[in-house]
């Protein structure tokens, strides 16, 4: 079986090592003609456990190549980013319609079509549907539609690919026949047959629940900080109830999920999506409040050195996507000196660990990769102008006397 995959991201290229590993002849199609030419020598451009091994092996056995441009295949499949247009908070799905009509001249009778990017519920029906009809497809009958979203956590991909239930939502019964059955190639868990809109409204809502209750983590920070209460001390006495399970407050949400996917929802009902507009304000309303502490804690300290530590979303991974580090850098820089450092994230004018923290009055953790839950404290308090830690991320459980630490426990204090 030929598979071509447009996009080859987060989500294309781990899907197209699965299907190269399992037997399938997989065309890797992306409009950086950087990633191209270093895919097709078997390097890849993402941070991912196993993949780039994957990937190399295939490229020596000649089944997974990569191009700017698709080719004939058995099957499609659509994996490019969706956005949200922020004048609306609609679903912009621009890409994904380039990414159909750049491969309309090569679909025949009996191929089948995947979207796998997250998308609006009614825009397999109502939007990519037609442009298949208007070629001259009967869908169900001479081609086969579907969509099927991805539920991936970044740093597990593989196994998470591999092994949890997936959604197929067709067009027609017969096309979620045959969407499964590609699937069936290397996914272990249960493969859950649906419409097409029913399937585009359930990854929604995946992301926007867990937004909500997050939400409720940062709102209920918010509120021990205004009120003199310990927040992380309430979460973990509240979650002893059996059910009962507060997730943990931090900087804001990021990725392209979390982030992006509940205003799909809210764009279609605005009179009636009121929880999933107020979880959205609450959580993109995180890094003004996460910088307003940050100016308390250097409260007169004018022109004050910042160690930024992090600003990937998601801990150990150099996943930036949507990342409230960025915003937060953007409300502090003005005011202050800021040097970063972030391991797993490449960028020349980010310094090393020993760089970013000498002479810096507070150290602000925004990632929760390992690296920073057990600093070096012996360093920090000999080379900090100050040795504070404001750990927005809630990673580190105690520090030296000689070191002061906030987090969303004891911003009250401040």
Same mark, same amino acid.
């Given at each position: 079986?030929?598979?071509?995959?447009?996009?080859?991201?987060?989500?294309?290229?781990?899907?197209?090592?699965?299907?190269?590993?399992?037997?399938?002849?997989?065309? #890797?199609?992306? &409009?950086? !003609?950087? %990633?191209? =030419?270093?895919?097709?020598? +078997?390097? *890849?451009?993402?941070?991912?456990?196993?993949?780039?091994?994957?990937?190399?092996?295939?490229?020596?056995?000649?089944?997974?190549?990569?191009?700017?441009?698709?080719?004939?295949?058995?099957?499609?499949?659509?994996?490019?980013?969706?956005?949200?247009?922020?004048?609306?908070?609609?679903?912009?799905?621009?890409?994904?319609?380039?990414?159909?009509?750049?491969?309309?001249?090569?679909?025949?009778?009996?191929?089948?079509?995947?979207?796998?990017?997250?998308?609006?519920?009614?825009?397999?029906?109502?939007?990519?549907?037609?442009?298949?009809?208007?070629?001259?497809?009967?869908?169900?009958?001479?081609?086969?539609?579907?969509?099927?979203?991805?539920?991936?956590?970044? #740093?597990?991909? &593989?196994? !998470?690919? %591999?092994? =949890?239930?997936?959604?197929? +939502?067709? *067009?027609?019964?017969?096309?979620?026949?045959?969407?499964?059955?590609?699937?069936?190639?290397?996914?272990?868990?249960?493969?859950?047959?649906?419409?097409?809109?029913?399937?585009?409204?359930?990854?929604?809502?995946?992301?926007?629940?867990?937004?909500?209750?997050?939400?409720?983590?940062?709102?209920?920070?918010?509120?021990?900080?205004?009120?003199?209460?310990?927040?992380?001390?309430?979460?973990?006495?509240?979650?002893?109830?059996?059910?009962?399970?507060?997730?943990?407050?931090?900087?804001?949400?990021?990725?392209?999920?979390?982030?992006?996917?509940?205003?799909?929802?809210?764009?279609?009902?605005?009179?009636?999506?009121?929880?999933?507009?107020?979880?959205?304000?609450?959580?993109?309303?995180?890094?003004?409040?996460?910088?307003?502490?940050?100016?308390?804690?250097?409260?007169?300290?004018?022109?004050?050195?910042?160690?930024?530590?992090?600003?990937?979303?998601?801990?150990?991974?150099?996943?930036?996507?949507?990342?409230?580090?960025?915003?937060?850098?953007?409300?502090?820089?003005?005011?202050?000196?800021?040097?970063?450092?972030?391991?797993?994230?490449?960028?020349?004018?980010?310094?090393?660990?020993?760089?970013?923290?000498?002479?810096?009055?507070?150290?602000?953790?925004?990632?929760?990769?390992?690296?920073?839950?057990?600093?070096?404290?012996?360093?920090?308090?000999?080379?900090?102008?100050?040795?504070?830690?404001?750990?927005?991320?809630?990673?580190?459980?105690?520090?030296?006397?000689?070191?002061?630490?906030?987090?969303?426990?004891?911003?009250?204090?401040?």
């Amino acid at each position: 079986m030929k598979i071509c995959i447009i996009g080859q991201g987060y989500i294309g290229l781990p899907t197209a090592a699965l299907f190269a590993k399992n037997g399938c002849n997989v065309l #890797g199609v992306d &409009i950086d !003609e950087g %990633i191209v =030419n270093n895919l097709n020598k +078997g390097k *890849i451009h993402i941070e991912e456990p196993g993949i780039g091994d994957i990937i190399k092996k295939a490229v020596e056995k000649n089944v997974y190549h990569a191009s700017m441009n698709p080719e004939k295949s058995d099957v499609f499949i659509i994996t490019v980013p969706t956005p949200y247009i922020k004048e609306n908070y609609s679903c912009d799905l621009s890409y994904v319609i380039a990414a159909c009509n750049e491969i309309l001249d090569y679909v025949e009778k009996g191929n089948t079509i995947i979207v796998e990017s997250t998308i609006a519920p009614m825009s397999t029906d109502n939007i990519i549907k037609p442009m298949f009809e208007d070629k001259g497809f009967i869908i169900g009958e001479d081609i086969y539609l579907a969509h099927c979203p991805e539920r991936v956590l970044p #740093g597990q991909i &593989i196994n !998470e690919l %591999i092994n =949890n239930d997936r959604i197929v +939502g067709g *067009i027609t019964p017969l096309c979620s026949d045959k969407a499964a059955e590609v699937y069936s190639i290397f996914v272990k868990g249960n493969i859950m047959k649906t419409e097409a809109k029913t399937a585009e409204l359930s990854k929604c809502m995946e992301n926007t629940f867990r937004d909500v209750n997050i939400a409720l983590a940062n709102e209920l920070a918010k509120i021990s900080a205004e009120i003199g209460v310990n927040a992380l001390d309430v979460i973990k006495l509240a979650n002893k109830h059996p059910r009962v399970n507060i997730h943990s407050p931090g900087p804001g949400v990021g990725g392209h999920c979390l982030a992006i996917d509940p205003y799909f929802i809210y764009a279609l009902a605005p009179d009636t999506a009121k929880i999933i507009k107020l979880a959205r304000d609450t959580n993109k309303s995180m890094p003004s409040f996460v910088s307003e502490y940050v100016e308390k804690i250097l409260d007169t300290e004018k022109d004050a050195k910042i160690a930024i530590l992090g600003v990937s979303y998601k801990g150990n991974t150099g996943d930036t996507r949507e990342s409230p580090a960025f915003e937060i850098i953007n409300f502090l820089k003005n005011k202050y000196t800021l040097s970063i450092h972030d391991p797993h994230v490449e960028n020349d004018n980010f310094e090393s660990f020993e760089e970013a923290t000498k002479d810096a009055s507070l150290c602000l953790i925004l990632s929760d990769h390992d690296q920073f839950k057990n600093l070096d404290y012996d360093y920090i308090f000999k080379n900090m102008k100050n040795p504070i830690i404001f750990d927005t991320k809630n990673i580190i459980e105690d520090v030296p006397n000689n070191i002061t630490l906030y987090n969303f426990g004891n911003l009250y204090k401040i």
